[in-house]
């Protein structure tokens, strides 16, 4: 597989965003100075598009993040993913501000719980950078960071629910908020004998993997077994920055799952997924669910045909090794997470079925 390299802007993007080259790896001075208006960045970049989003959706961009962007493309896969588009304030009747009911799915404050042996805990609402297509854009204003106090809460609340043997830490970036506060949920929810697996949902790795310290691994270290799971949608997210963030993560001895959106002009075609598939496993990240853009409010303008996954996931099993297929996933408000399968199977008796792949048509017995 090729080297991973940084695009061949990115030194010379650095030069127009920052004269303070000496901090640019520290994550505090990264999220010390962050965007949070595309007006800061008019003479940076060609085409912004209307500020009238910022009233409704809030924007927010790290520096690093900034510098992987090619700034005389307005169609950047990068830069549609995080800068406002007028097509957000585009009403349509399926989509909704909270689809599946979130908000109303919380039998304690910041536990969110939809399936019977799993929760998700709501760690904070801030992120490093904010995704156009996010599910809980609902959740994104008046920042807060979960308490002490509630962290508390939530671990009695877990004590008493038997049957919940998984928690999902998520946000909002679980990674943003402060060690001391992330080492005392996972000491206290570590605790808990009935629970045997913790999940930590973070999009650092793609917005801000130098927050990825050796006191974060430290921290790490403590507590298994600890799923990390990623959040890369293209290839050109990842960097050898991530590759030494994921690298200091293994060696913390944690796993590593990966989930993605297919998204409209961004990486909705065979050759861009299988190289972000392939990269995924080349870093040891399994590649785990490719999601149907949520029915968020605002996300139209990403959103693809159910056919188009199915043959970008036809054309990767045919094409590529078995570690790199994720599940093709639809959330179903009300039902949940539904995969969703190409049609191999063309016909059926008694003695054989008959398979379609690509263009033959191959037979199979059965017992």
Same mark, same amino acid.
């Given at each position: 597989?090729?080297?991973?390299?940084?695009?061949?802007?990115?030194?010379?993007?650095?030069?127009?965003?920052?004269?303070?080259?000496?901090?640019?790896?520290?994550?505090?001075?990264?999220?010390?100075?962050?965007?949070?208006?595309?007006?800061?960045?008019?003479?940076?970049?060609?085409?912004?598009?209307?500020?009238?989003?910022?009233?409704?959706?809030?924007?927010?961009?790290?520096?690093?993040?900034?510098?992987?962007?090619?700034?005389?493309?307005?169609?950047?896969?990068?830069?549609?993913?995080?800068?406002?588009?007028?097509?957000?304030?585009?009403?349509?009747?399926?989509?909704?501000?909270?689809?599946?009911?979130?908000?109303?799915?919380?039998?304690?404050?910041?536990?969110?719980?939809?399936?019977?042996?799993?929760?998700?805990?709501?760690?904070?609402?801030?992120?490093?950078?904010?995704?156009?297509?996010?599910?809980?854009?609902?959740?994104?204003?008046?920042?807060?960071?979960?308490?002490?106090?509630?962290?508390?809460?939530?671990?009695?609340?877990?004590?008493?629910?038997?049957?919940?043997?998984?928690?999902?830490?998520?946000?909002?970036?679980?990674?943003?908020?402060?060690?001391?506060?992330?080492?005392?949920?996972?000491?206290?929810?570590?605790?808990?004998?009935?629970?045997?697996?913790?999940?930590?949902?973070?999009?650092?790795?793609?917005?801000?993997?130098?927050?990825?310290?050796?006191?974060?691994?430290?921290?790490?270290?403590?507590?298994?077994?600890?799923?990390?799971?990623?959040?890369?949608?293209?290839?050109?997210?990842?960097?050898?920055?991530?590759?030494?963030?994921?690298?200091?993560?293994?060696?913390?001895?944690?796993?590593?799952?990966?989930?993605?959106?297919?998204?409209?002009?961004?990486?909705?075609?065979?050759?861009?997924?299988?190289?972000?598939?392939?990269?995924?496993?080349?870093?040891?990240? #399994?590649?785990?669910? /490719?999601?149907?853009?949520?029915?968020?409010?605002?996300? !139209?303008?990403?959103?693809? +045909? %159910? $056919? &188009?996954?199915?043959?970008?996931?036809?054309?990767?099993?045919?094409?590529?090794?078995?570690?790199?297929?994720?599940?093709?996933?639809?959330?179903?408000?009300?039902?949940? #997470?539904?995969?969703? /399968?190409?049609?191999?199977?063309?016909?059926?008796?008694? !003695?054989?079925?008959?398979? +379609? %792949? $690509? &263009?033959?048509?191959?037979?199979?017995?059965?017992?």
């Amino acid at each position: 597989m090729k080297k991973l390299e940084f695009p061949e802007y990115y030194y010379s993007n650095i030069k127009q965003i920052s004269q303070d080259h000496k901090k640019w790896n520290d994550y505090k001075w990264q999220l010390k100075n962050s965007y949070t208006s595309v007006l800061q960045l008019k003479n940076i970049l060609k085409d912004i598009d209307s500020i009238e989003v910022e009233k409704k959706y809030n924007f927010l961009i790290t520096p690093y993040f900034l510098s992987l962007i090619d700034f005389d493309n307005p169609s950047d896969p990068l830069r549609r993913q995080v800068f406002p588009n007028i097509s957000e304030l585009e009403i349509d009747s399926n989509l909704k501000e909270d689809p599946f009911l979130e908000k109303s799915s919380m039998p304690v404050k910041n536990v969110i719980k939809k399936y019977p042996d799993r929760v998700v805990i709501i760690m904070t609402n801030r992120c490093a950078s904010f995704c156009r297509y996010c599910t809980r854009k609902w959740n994104w204003q008046d920042p807060f960071t979960i308490s002490f106090k509630e962290i508390d809460e939530i671990h009695r609340y877990l004590e008493k629910e038997k049957n919940i043997r998984e928690i999902i830490l998520s946000g909002g970036d679980p990674f943003i908020i402060s060690k001391r506060i992330l080492g005392y949920a996972l000491e206290k929810f570590s605790k808990i004998k009935h629970l045997e697996v913790i999940r930590i949902a973070t999009r650092t790795l793609s917005f801000l993997p130098q927050i990825v310290d050796k006191e974060m691994t430290n921290l790490l270290k403590r507590y298994k077994p600890i799923w990390i799971i990623t959040h890369f949608n293209h290839p050109s997210e990842i960097t050898p920055l991530t590759e030494e963030a994921v690298e200091k993560l293994l060696d913390a001895g944690v796993a590593f799952a990966n989930q993605s959106v297919l998204l409209k002009g961004i990486n909705d075609n065979v050759e861009t997924m299988k190289l972000l598939l392939n990269r995924l496993e080349y870093l040891r990240i #399994k590649p785990y669910y /490719l999601f149907q853009c949520d029915l968020i409010s605002g996300t !139209k303008h990403f959103r693809t +045909k %159910i $056919e &188009d996954g199915l043959n970008i996931l036809k054309k990767l099993i045919n094409s590529t090794g078995g570690l790199c297929i994720p599940h093709f996933i639809v959330d179903v408000p009300g039902a949940g #997470k539904i995969p969703i /399968l190409p049609e191999y199977i063309i016909e059926k008796n008694d !003695k054989e079925i008959f398979i +379609k %792949i $690509e &263009d033959r048509i191959v037979s199979y017995p059965l017992v």
